[in-house]
Nanobody
Framework: QVQLVESGGGSVQSGGSLSLSCVASGFTYCMAWYRQVPGKEREFVAAIHSDLIATYAESLKGRFVGSRDNEKNTIFLDLNSLKPEDTATYLC???????????????WGQGTQVTVSS
C-alpha cells in the first residue's frame, strides 16, 4: 500500500502562482497530478514518469510544470498564471506500472485545495 500526502495549496489572485508537493511512502513507477471540483469527475493534469519526463494535459501545457525527485519519492507541480477556473482540489496519484499518462491510477492522496480569485 502506497500512501500519498499533498501540500502547498492555498488561495491566490488570478495570475498568481503556487507550488504543490506530493510525498509517497515508497517508490512507484508512475506518479501524477489530477484535479477535481466537487460533483465533477477527476481531470488529468500531469504525469511525471520515473525517468523524470513529464506529460501534461494539452489545455494546461505551458502554465503548469511538473517535476520529480526519485530520491525523496516526491513529485511537484508549479502552477503559474492561475485562473479562477483552475480552482479545484489537486490530487496526487500513483501506480506501479503501465502508461503513466493514461488511466489506471490506484493510489490517491487526499488532495490539497487551490483557490484562485478574480
Amino acid at each position: 500500500q502506497v500512501q500519498l500526502v499533498e501540500s502547498g495549496g492555498g488561495s491566490v489572485q488570478s495570475g498568481g502562482s503556487l507550488s504543490l508537493s506530493c510525498v509517497a511512502s515508497g517508490f512507484t513507477y508512475c506518479m501524477a497530478w489530477y484535479r477535481q471540483v466537487p460533483g465533477k469527475e477527476r481531470e488529468f493534469v500531469a504525469a511525471i514518469h520515473s525517468d523524470l519526463i513529464a506529460t501534461y494535459a494539452e489545455s494546461l501545457k505551458g502554465r503548469f510544470v511538473g517535476s520529480r525527485d526519485n530520491e525523496k519519492n516526491t513529485i511537484f507541480l508549479d502552477l503559474n498564471s492561475l485562473k479562477p477556473e483552475d480552482t479545484a482540489t489537486y490530487l496526487c496519484a500513483a501506480k506501479t506500472s503501465g502508461d503513466c499518462a493514461g488511466s489506471g491510477y490506484i493510489y490517491w492522496g487526499q488532495g490539497t485545495q487551490v483557490t484562485v480569485s478574480s
